[in-house]
Structures are given as C-alpha cells and as structure tokens.
C-alpha cells in the first residue's frame, strides 16, 4: 500500500525532576537538599504513520503526548529509541529535518504581536530561504482557502482569535512542509472558526500533506483524524483507524427506552442501566455479543410493551474516557 | 548561506523596529531612562573629581573617554546581539524557545534574529555625546592611533558577543532569571575605569582571561596614548573566551534538548 | 502577617537560587569601588571629611543595607494594577498595603540568610572589613526605620499606577534618583553644597544615608553635624510623616479605581 514516512521504535523519553515540599519545613529543607524524582514520560512506545494520513494522538493531560510531539519535531532527544521521520532522525539532523515539517503551537503563537501577519510571513520566507515565486504562489493560495486577505495587514493584537490561528497555520505551511503537527490547533476557537480550519486540514491534506494533531477537542478528532493514537501513562493503548474505536469495548449501542410498564426491575443478561428519567423511560447500553438486537427487541416488548425507543452508537468521548481511566486494557 | 543568513538578519531588524514603533511614547521614555541610568556612572566621576581628588594621572576627560566609548560599545551590541540574553530568558520562561528549535536555522542565530532590540539604540547617542564632549576637551590623537583603536573596538565587540552568549546559554538553565544581567554589569565595572587603579591579578584577568578591557578601557587608552597590552596576546585572549562561549552556549542547548517536562 | 510572609518566603525560595547571584554581584562590585577609592586616596589622608577606611566601610554597609531593606513594592503594585489582578484585593478582608507589607518581611527574612550573611563573612573574611556598628542598639532601630522608609516610598510610587497606565518609564526614573539621593552610589558629602540642603528635606536619605551614618557613628549633611539620637529621632518622624502621606495616597487611589470602575 502506501509507504509509513514517521516509523518510531522503542521510543523512552525518562527525565528528571525535584520534588519540593509543601509544609515550611519542607520548604526549608528544600533550600539545602532536593530530592530528585524520576519521571518516564514516555515508556518504550513505537508507530508508524503512513503518507498522506491524519492521525489523532490523543492522551489525557501528563500522558505524554506533548512529551512525543516533542521529540518527533526535534526539539527534544529521546533517552533512547529509534525515530525515521522522512528519512532522518529528528534531534539528530535537526536543521535539514525541520526545513520539511511544519508545526502549528495552539498555546504558542510564532506571529508578532505588534505587527501584521504579513510581517512575520515574510520573515519566515527569509527564514526558510523559500523562493520569492513560490511564496506568493502559496501565499495566496492559503489566503484564498483561509479567507484572510483582509487581515494580513492588520497589527496581529487587533485579530481574533480565529483569524489569528488561520495565519498560524499560514506560517506553518508557507515552505510546502510534507508533514505537518498541529498542537491543539482549535484551542479556543468559535465553531465558525473551527469549521474553517478543518476544512482547511482537509484541503491541504487531499494535496499530499501528513497531519498529526493533538486535540483535546474530539469533534477535531471525529471530523479529520482517520488513524488514532491513544497514549496514557506513557503508553499507547490504542493505535488503529478510527472505526475500531467505537468496538475497542465490543460491540455496543446506546437505547433509549419509552415503554408502558415501569422498568425498575427491568434486567436481562448483556444490558447495563445508565440512567433513568423516569419509571418508565430509561438509558442503557447493550452489548450485542452477549444479547442480539432482535432477541432484545422481542424480550423488552414483551415484558415492558415498547411506547418509543431509539438506538445510537456509543459516543466516541464514553470510549475515550473508558480508556483513559483503564490503567492496562486487557487485549 | 551566509547572504542568506544576512537577508534573515536584516528582515529581522525590520520586524524588531516596526513592532517597536507600535509604541512610540513608550519608545522615547525608554530611552530617556536608559540614558539617565547610563549617566550614573559619569556623574559619580564627575562628582569625585569636583571634591578635588583624581586618579593618579588620569584626568576627568581621560576618565569619561572610557565611558563614552564603552557606552558606545554597548550602544552598537545591544540593538545588535545583546538581545540574544533577554530573548533567550523570555522564551524558555514562556516556553516559547521550542519555536526556535523548530526553523531550520542554528538556535543561537534565530535568538539573535528575533532579538533586535531597537530601544538600546539611545546607548549609542549618549556614548556619542559623551565621548564627542572628551574628545573636544583633549589633545586630537593621529590616524594610526584611530586605526589600531578601531581593531580593539572591533575584538571588543567579540567580547562583548561571547558575554551574551554565556548569560544567553545561563538563561537556557536558569529559567527566568533576569538579574543576570546584573553579573554583567559588576564584572565589567572592572572595563569602565583606568586599568592602572587595578591590582595586577585583576588587570590580568580582564586583558586576556575575560577581556572585558577590550570593550572600553584599552581603546580609549590608545587615542590617549597610553600603553595597551600587544594586539596579538589580547587576540587570543579573546578568541579563547569567544570559543568558550560557544562551547558552552552548546552545552547549555543540548541540556534543554534532553530535559522533559 | 505571618501567613502572608511565610507564603512568599516559600514562594521567593523557589528562586533562592536567584539570589545566590548577589554573592557574586554584591562582592564584585565592593572590589571595583575599593580599587577606585585606593586610587583616589593616594597620598590623601581624607576626601570631603571621610578617611579611606571609613569610606570602604560606607559602601560594605551600603551593599549590606540594601539587602536587608530592598523591595519590589512599586513594581509589584503597579503589575496587579496593570493586569487588573488589583480586583481580587478588593474584595479581601485585608488591605493591600499590609498584604505587600507582610510579603517584603517574608522575602527579607529570606535575603537575610541567603544574602546578607554570606556577604557579610565575605566582607569580613576576604576584604578584611570588620562590619560592627558604632551603636549597635540606635543602628538596630535606625534600619527598622529605614525598612518602613523604603517600602514606603516604593509603595508610594506603585498608587502612581492608579492615575497612569504606562507608570513603568516614571517608576524606572524614580528608582534611579531613589538610589542616587539615597546615598548608594556616593556618600550625599559629595554633592553640590545647595544640594545636600535640598536633600536635607527629601525623604530619600533616610533610606540608606541615615542609617549608614548612624552605622559609622556620625552624622553629617549639608554642613550640619548631628548626635545619633536626634537623626534618628528625625528619622522617625520622617516615617510618621510618610505614613500620613502614603495612607493619603492610597485612599486616593482606592477611589479613583474603585470610582473609575473596572
């Protein structure tokens, strides 16, 4: 099939901090000796990525992700592992690497803040030496499918936050990077705003760029990510496309139940009660490998006599917030 | 490369100046406070020199061409690389360093490309002014003495360029500590007076170990007339401290490319 | 109070480190000023009434002092007024002013063994300067006195901040004169005759020059000589009078932000 241009083996990443008290004594103490206090942030992880996916990283907050990006944009060295990204090994060959990937920082901004976008798009064409043709040509693509020709020569201060991030992702891209990272890149943003730039991910990526997001936004995540990575305590726990998501837990739906009985002591093998609103209508999440829709069905009408219901998937945030909380799935 | 590397620089300084002049008032009050500040230094010479006491054959304008020129050193590195320190300490803070790390360019030459700062520039005018002002009131020096002054003046910006790599690589570890500047302004103390109050370990120490008298005190003691060190010790001295420098701003960034957090 | 100083002594000792730069700055610069007044003092028993030793003695106690009376009351003030972090004082059942006060004796006590010992041993022990106030007991309460001065004063500038926006560039002026007219650059003799008689009048002497003369056990400004006692009875009412005025200030300002609005 397609080639994996990000191969990561055995990455570590161990780091050390100090841990200082929080009586007076403790801080006293802490003035003289500090104990060290190892962390692992990353535990021995490896991935590939192919050409021209997107992949989600995802991971709760301290899980290690930012740790990851990190190393894969060369900013960090890994304690040790392997990482090929494009043919290099990022903290390695730093400068040549970074020359063919872009990096959009949604807590971090590279515009100026004083003055316009404009400005600091040119001071990265002198940055990254691109070709004065080939900047405007790209330049005005971007402009185009971002729609922000008006405010390119605004001081960046009086932008919003919106049309800020859309230049951020101008800057990261100028050069034709062939992968980009984006660190939580809709941080913030109006749904409008939103919307724009997954269109614009979306875009961009029919043209042949790699894209590897964190978000903690799943709606990023649901509408760009085809490939996932899940990543807690320094692990991955899940790395597939992102229909697997859904069934990591089985195969399972979502039924809201109206019926003409009361349902209190309603309980059949495989259904599990979330909630109910009421005596006789209720929320429950049924695992069809234990009890097949249609067996349900019949069950249900039978003792409860079915007014109105209605099945849905699980929402990819239950998934996701089970995972997170599991410390080790069972495989 | 190195064209483009100076196209990066220039559009650099043109960035720094057009943000700054986003605020012009505060622009122009800041560099009035820089040069009061400035002529602290001058103003205790002076006021020692008027209760009729002097340096053992140095008179007030021998004593304030070393200030003048100083500042002038300082007025032309701080726009120009000084910036390099204050950049450094802000964006490790902020945690916007990683954003340096991430162009294809060396560390140290995108701190020094997004650390013009454009408010030292009144360094310059005051130095201008003062060492104008010592020059008037002394013996004209010939043009040998200006050219060898000029080489001096120029190893004394290596100088100072070594400096602020070394407090730039410090503020890489020592996260938000902006009273290094302070350590700056003590050891070069020693550059700003008449080398001959000094005790020879000390003279020794900042001609040729940290040669911080190359900034000020030996090229003024040149259009003086008086005796210097030989061009050729103090070369080395400060090819040394140049080469230190970097060795350790190097040492610094790999620290910063292998801690976590 | 005393939770507020231990707050910020735990606070400042995350950045103790910072202060060990003060070993390094204090020192230094002490070696410059020797050099220079070495220089000066060859074949001269005495410049403007002060002999050597007592002049290397003013600027050991100079850098002393300042470590044991410093703060960053004005800057402090002015960020929380900047920011609008201010609000939040507002609204706490204890005033501003005793909050900051509590928080430099928090950071003092810190300065004290992370900066004023180490230096005090090295003066002693390296430069050989034996640093005993003439009249420990009036000292002692001269540096108390000085201590208010100066949060005093620094806090007076941070109410500015109440009235201009953009107080930094006056706040950094006034820092710079604080410290000229204090006496830490160069004993107040030095000046112009009419100007030790102006200075005699402004507040800024009683920071660091007073009690650096009542340390060396004489006083003298503008051709005055005074007993110990009596500066430093003037010294204190300088401090009530700054009171007054700082409480003036603040309740000024309390108005003028609370009237603007947020």
């Not at chain 2, 605020?23 to 009061?36: E, Q, S």
């Not at chain 2, 950049?87 to 030459?109: C, H, M, W, Y």
């Not at chain 3, 901040?161 to 030095?190: C, H, K, T």
Request: glycine content about 8%; charged content about 15%; hydrophobic content about 50%.
């Amino acid at each position: 099939m397609s080639e994996s241009i990000i191969t990561v083996r055995n990455l570590n990443k161990t780091y050390t901090t100090y841990e200082r008290g929080s009586s007076f004594k403790d801080s006293v103490k802490s003035l003289f000796v500090r104990k060290p206090l190892k962390v692992e942030a990353v535990k021995n992880i490896s991935f590939e990525i192919q050409k021209g996916e997107i992949c989600g990283f995802l991971g709760p907050n301290g899980a290690g992700k930012s740790t990851t990006l990190k190393i894969l944009t060369g900013i960090l060295f890994p304690t040790h592992g392997e990482v090929n990204i494009l043919g290099y090994v990022p903290w390695k060959q730093r400068r040549e690497y970074v020359a063919r990937i872009g990096a959009v920082f949604g807590q971090k901004s590279q515009l100026l803040w004083d003055i316009p976008p404009a400005d600091a798009f040119e001071l990265n064409r002198a940055i990254y030496n691109i070709p004065r043709d080939r900047f405007k040509k790209n330049l005005a693509a971007m402009v185009e499918l971002l729609d922000v020709g008006e405010v390119m020569g605004k001081p960046t201060r009086v932008l919003s936050l919106g049309e800020r991030m859309k230049c951020e992702f101008i800057i990261a891209m100028l050069h034709d990077p062939e992968i980009v990272f984006l660190d939580e890149p809709t941080i913030g943003l109006d749904v409008v705003a939103k919307e724009k730039i997954r269109g614009f991910v979306k875009e961009m990526n029919q043209k042949g760029t790699t894209f590897i997001l964190t978000t903690h936004d799943l709606d990023d995540v649901e509408s760009l990510a085809r490939q996932i990575i899940l990543i807690n305590h320094g692990e991955i726990i899940f790395n597939d496309p992102i229909e697997k998501l859904s069934r990591f837990f089985g195969c399972k739906k979502k039924i809201n139940l109206q019926t003409d009985r009361s349902q209190i002591d309603f309980q059949l093998p495989g259904l599990k009660s979330l909630d109910r609103r009421n005596d006789t209508h209720g929320n429950y999440e049924l695992d069809l490998d234990i009890l097949p829709l249609k067996a349900f069905l019949a069950q249900a009408d039978e003792i409860l006599c079915i007014k109105d219901m209605s099945i849905e998937e699980i929402p990819i945030e239950s998934v996701i917030t089970a995972l997170y909380e599991t410390k080790k799935p069972e495989d | 490369m190195i064209k483009s590397a100076f196209a990066v620089y220039i559009q650099g300084i043109k960035t720094a100046i057009a943000s700054r002049m986003a605020y012009r008032t505060d622009y122009f009050i800041g560099i009035t406070v820089m040069l009061i500040w400035e002529m602290v230094v001058p103003m205790v010479v002076f006021l020692i020199y008027r209760s009729g006491v002097a340096f053992p054959n140095w008179n007030i304008y021998e004593v304030l061409l070393i200030q003048g020129i100083f500042m002038i050193a300082k007025g032309i590195s701080y726009p120009c690389f000084f910036g390099i320190v204050w950049n450094t300490i802000v964006r490790v803070q902020e945690g916007t360093f990683d954003l340096l790390l991430i162009k294809p360019r060396s560390a140290l030459f995108m701190a020094l490309v997004t650390g013009f700062d454009a408010e030292d520039l009144g360094k310059l005018l005051g130095g201008g002014v003062l060492t104008g002002i010592c020059l008037a009131n002394l013996p004209p020096a010939n043009l040998a003495q200006w050219l060898n002054m000029f080489i001096y003046f120029i190893l004394g910006q290596g100088v100072m360029f070594s400096f602020a790599v070394i407090m730039a690589g410090t503020g890489i570890k020592w996260v938000g500590n902006f009273r290094l500047y302070e350590i700056f302004d003590s050891v070069t103390a020693f550059g700003i007076y008449p080398q001959s109050i000094f005790a020879k370990p000390i003279r020794i120490i900042i001609s040729y170990i940290i040669p911080i008298a190359m900034i000020g005190a030996f090229p003024a003691s040149i259009l003086l007339g008086k005796p210097v060190p030989q061009l050729g010790w103090v070369s080395l001295g400060v090819a040394g401290f140049l080469t230190l420098s970097l060795f350790y701003w190097r040492r610094m960034l790999a620290s910063y490319t292998s801690a976590g957090g | 109070m005393k939770s507020s100083a231990v707050a910020t002594y735990k606070e400042w000792s995350a950045y103790r480190s910072h202060m060990l730069l003060s070993l390094v700055v204090g020192p230094v610069f002490f070696l410059v000023q020797s050099s220079i007044w070495k220089a000066v003092f060859q074949g001269r028993e005495l410049v403007n009434g002060l002999s050597l030793e007592q002049m290397l003695t003013y600027f050991a106690a100079a850098t002393l002092i300042y470590y044991l009376i410093m703060d960053f009351a004005d800057w402090n003030l002015q960020m929380l007024i900047r920011t609008g972090k201010f609000i939040t004082f507002i609204i706490r059942p204890m005033s501003h002013w005793f909050f900051a006060f509590s928080q430099k004796v928090g950071h003092r006590v810190l300065g004290l063994f992370f900066e004023f010992l180490p230096v005090y041993l090295m003066f002693l022990f390296l430069f050989k300067i034996p640093l005993i106030p003439v009249y420990p007991l009036w000292f002692l309460l001269s540096i108390s006195l000085s201590f208010i001065m100066m949060f005093q004063i620094n806090y007076c500038v941070g109410i500015i901040g109440f009235w201009l926006v953009q107080a930094e560039g006056i706040r950094r002026v006034f820092l710079i004169f604080r410290d000229i007219l204090a006496g830490a650059f160069l004993p107040l003799s030095f000046f112009p005759e009419l100007f030790q008689k102006i200075l005699f009048f402004l507040p800024f002497q009683f920071i660091s020059y007073v009690p650096l003369r009542v340390f060396m056990g004489n006083y003298e400004l503008a051709g005055f000589e005074m007993s110990i006692p009596s500066i430093v009875g003037i010294q204190a009412l300088a401090v009530l009078a700054m009171t007054g005025i700082t409480t003036l200030l603040w309740k000024l300002g309390i108005k003028r932000f609370t009237g603007v609005g947020v």
